[in-house]
């Protein structure tokens, strides 16, 4: 990429909330609930994959990647070979995950179907790509580089690059 003149936002890290229907989580989580005892969710492993057990899940999954590689990159999701790879994560309170990215994943996806109300926790915090980035900046830029934070919904789909940080917050 050559600069151009002006300003150029340089790196960026394309995040896309989407949603499901009502109707379709409520069929995921039916066929999810009878492949898996969510509440107590087996480790991650590849031969836990979801989305090889739950076919709807693998064709959402497909549906909204294909969106987000459209809207943010204008490519086809078609043109690339990909291994999708699910799993159930954070169905009990006291549920958090610490600071991690997926390496070797281009992109990752997090599906809310079961989302309590709010001041629950469960807070999913997307950490600023650009390494001590904002070192030497003054206070009044730090805005620039602070984490977003993203309060889950029932049906909420978000859509990221799998080198971004992201946590999450404890689910009461």
Not at 40 to 60: A, F, G, H, T, Y
């Amino acid at each position: 990429m050559m600069l151009k003149s002006g300003i150029n936002h340089l790196w960026a890290s394309p995040v896309y909330k989407t949603s499901i229907s009502e109707e379709q989580a409520n069929s995921l989580l039916n066929d999810i609930m009878s492949v898996e005892d969510i509440s107590e969710p087996r480790p991650n492993s590849l031969d836990n994959d979801l989305s090889e057990r739950v076919p709807l899940l693998k064709q959402i999954a497909v549906e909204k990647f294909s969106e987000y590689l459209k809207l943010a990159h204008n490519k086809n999701l078609d043109d690339y070979y990909y291994k999708l790879s699910a799993w159930l994560t954070g169905s009990s309170g006291g549920y958090s995950m610490d600071l991690h990215n997926h390496s070797g994943s281009p992109f990752v996806s997090v599906f809310y179907l079961m989302c309590e109300e709010k001041d629950s926790g469960g807070e999913l915090v997307i950490q600023d790509p650009r390494t001590n980035a904002n070192r030497g900046y003054l206070p009044d830029f730090q805005e620039h580089f602070a984490p977003v934070e993203f309060t889950p919904a029932s049906g909420d789909v978000i859509i990221m690059p799998g080198y971004l940080y992201h946590s999450v917050k404890v689910y009461k």
